[in-house]
Nanobody, 121 residues
Framework: QVQLVESGGGLVQPGGSLRLSCAAS????????MGWYRQAPGKERELVAI??????NYADSVKGRFTISRDDAKNTVYLQMNSLKPEDTAVYYC????????????????WGQGTQVVVSS
């Protein structure tokens, strides 16, 4: 089994910064991609940023402000969030597509529990 554990959320003033972390543990042969989604109250969950190893992609709303990075030695993904805006307020979820075993080519999607980010003065 694979677990994703997030940390780093909290309350920050507009214009401030936060860094989210997500560590994967358990049965991991290869991590194909790791990323972050968010869900604001009353809205659908949306992609924020994803790192597939060779490429990174960002939502238009966060380009130039957020940076995703991975430390494959630690099976960890980070999201550096700068110039935060009130509209960035949401629960942020870590996502990973992981191949658990060398025995099979199958890969599966896993989700973290979510970490709350509130941007408010």
């Amino acid at each position: 089994q694979v677990q994703l554990v997030e940390s780093g959320g909290g309350l920050v003033q507009p214009g401030g910064s936060l860094r989210l972390s997500c560590a994967a543990s358990g049965s991991i042969f290869r991590i194909n991609a790791m990323g972050w989604y968010r869900q604001a109250p009353g809205k659908e969950r949306e992609l924020v940023a994803i790192d597939s190893g060779s490429t990174t992609n960002y939502a238009d709303s966060v380009k130039g402000r957020f940076t995703i990075s991975r430390d494959d030695a630690k099976n960890t993904v980070y999201l550096q969030m700068n110039s935060l805006k009130p509209e960035d307020t949401a629960v942020y979820y870590c996502h990973a597509n992981i191949r658990p075993s060398i025995v099979t080519y199958a890969a599966y999607d896993y989700w973290g529990q979510g970490t709350q980010v509130v941007v408010s003065s």
